[in-house]
């Protein structure tokens, strides 16, 4: 791309942004804000030679952020004047623009975890009453809208829900918001997860046996509706459920998840949407918890083969209401020195190594007190050791390895770094040495203690103490 050419054409689909919002043609007009924050974003990284010139190119981005935030508020204010003169088809309308508007505040702007709360926070709230809205439009009731209000806190019925199925409006809008929540279905077996025997039992039992077996599971034995996963960060809880997803094969939201059961709802760091209550949090944080509540316990709803599998760092700060939803609470604990040794071997893959298995344990032996996440991070320490040794070697020797094109072929005029005191040594730096004839260094235990030795572990004795009393308290063993 010539010199600039990403900013030139940000400027110019964001001038027609700009028009096709004065023309009210809103869903185009995102669409270009969209595309040319994008161009925008690629210029500011790739095209930019000197800081002057990428704050002056943040500057221009940050004002058509700004020019998007306005007028998804100015949308929505519409959305609500037009709700108090009980306009409802055009307020049903401005709400769903002004929605679109807010997405995409949250996807290019929101800074901060707080910005974020914040904007999903008005999204939720307008959001509620856009479907309060569409299932009065559609209830047979439109002759009374100008006289029968709703509501604040009306909510539909299962009769309204089913009669909103085949509406393509409400298809539209439910695929909207499949896009706004991951829908996910990873690639993680049972085997790539190391350790954690018991809690594989509890959730093949929970999870996977009700779902291959359903006969198994009727009368008074009900599969569980809720589980909640445990521990010190970075021990592997997101990683079991997208495992329990793979095997169970299916990953779906409440509405959404009963439209395709059998369904997993997994929800990581729960404690952040259903912290206890307290007197100072917000209307809508209020509103949010209820309605999770509500959706969890399927009151007016059928949520048989739905599971709902949420992970916390801090299970102690949950409201006590949602943690009795979660009937069934695993701790996942640190892993064992056999699981560490496992994750060693796990993460360092097929990358070319002269590790044996006896470096293998006692690296596991070494590594007490490191999570999964910590010895991932150690791992990708030691990957880098290789390069670095390339960048700061003054020698380079001549060494046999397969070919990269065609692996069954061994070349035997490879280079690989060495020491200057090396009888085939050649000067030269990895400057002079030709991409095809470098041949990877193998990684070292000498490099894996050494990234053992710079990485800490990150998990501190006091959160595992509280751990341990939450076990005692209300939990079970992983």
Not at 33 to 57: D, N, T, W
Not at 81 to 98: F, I, T
Not at 376 to 392: F, G, H, K, T
């Amino acid at each position: 791309m010539a010199t600039n050419g990403a900013l030139k054409r940000a400027v110019e689909i964001l001038s027609k942004a700009t028009e096709e919002d004065k023309n009210k043609n809103y869903e185009e007009a995102l669409h270009l804000y969209q595309h040319g924050l994008a161009y925008f974003l690629y210029s500011i990284k790739y095209e930019m030679p000197s800081e002057r010139s990428k704050q002056s190119c943040q500057e221009k981005y940050d004002k058509y952020l700004e020019r998007a935030k306005k007028k998804a508020i100015e949308i929505v204010s519409r959305a609500t004047e037009e709700d108090k003169n009980k306009n409802y088809e055009d307020a049903l309308r401005h709400y769903l623009h002004g929605l679109e508007y807010f997405m995409h505040a949250l996807k290019y702007e929101a800074p901060s975890d707080r910005a974020k709360q914040s904007i999903r926070e008005k999204c939720a709230q307008y959001l509620e009453r856009a479907e309060k809205l569409k299932t009065f439009i559609n209830s047979g009731q439109k002759e009374q809208k100008k006289a029968k209000p709703i509501k604040d806190g009306e909510s539909k019925d299962a009769k309204e829900e089913d009669e909103e199925g085949d509406d393509p409006e409400k298809k539209k809008m439910l695929e909207k918001l499949s896009g706004a929540i991951v829908m996910e279905k990873p690639n993680v077996q049972w085997s790539d997860v190391a350790g954690l025997e018991n809690a594989k039992e509890s959730l093949k039992e929970a999870v996977i046996l009700p779902i291959r077996f359903p006969h198994l599971f009727t009368g008074k034995r009900k599969p569980w509706k809720g589980i909640l996963l445990y521990g010190p960060p970075g021990t592997g809880k997101s990683y079991l459920a997208k495992a329990v997803a793979t095997e169970a094969n299916n990953s779906t939201f409440f509405s959404l998840a009963r439209t395709h059961k059998p369904s997993i709802i997994f929800i990581d760091e729960v404690d952040s949407l259903c912290s206890s209550r307290s007197d100072n949090e917000s209307e809508s944080a209020r509103r949010v918890k209820t309605e999770f509540l509500v959706q969890m316990q399927g009151v007016s709803a059928d949520n048989e083969s739905v599971l709902v599998l949420g992970a916390t760092n801090i299970p102690w700060c949950l409201d006590s209401a949602i943690r009795r939803r979660f009937e069934k609470r695993i701790y996942i604990p640190l892993p064992e020195a056999g699981a560490r040794q496992n994750m060693f071997k796990l993460n360092l893959g097929n990358t070319p190594n002269c590790l044996t298995q006896q470096d293998f344990a006692e690296l596991g032996k070494r590594s007490e007190g490191y999570s999964g996440a910590d010895i991932s991070i150690v791992v990708q320490d030691a990957l880098m050791s290789p390069i670095r040794r390339i960048q700061s070697a003054t020698h380079f020797k001549k060494a046999s390895g397969p070919s990269r094109d065609n692996p069954s072929v061994m070349l035997n005029d490879l280079l690989v770094p060495c020491s200057p005191g090396d009888p085939a040594a050649i000067p030269m730096t990895w400057v002079e040495v030709s991409p095809d004839k470098l041949l990877e260094p193998k990684i070292t235990m000498n490099d894996m203690l050494n990234a053992l030795s710079t990485q800490k572990p990150t998990v501190n004795e006091k959160d595992l103490e509280n751990h341990r009393k939450f076990t005692t308290e209300f939990g079970q063993e992983g």
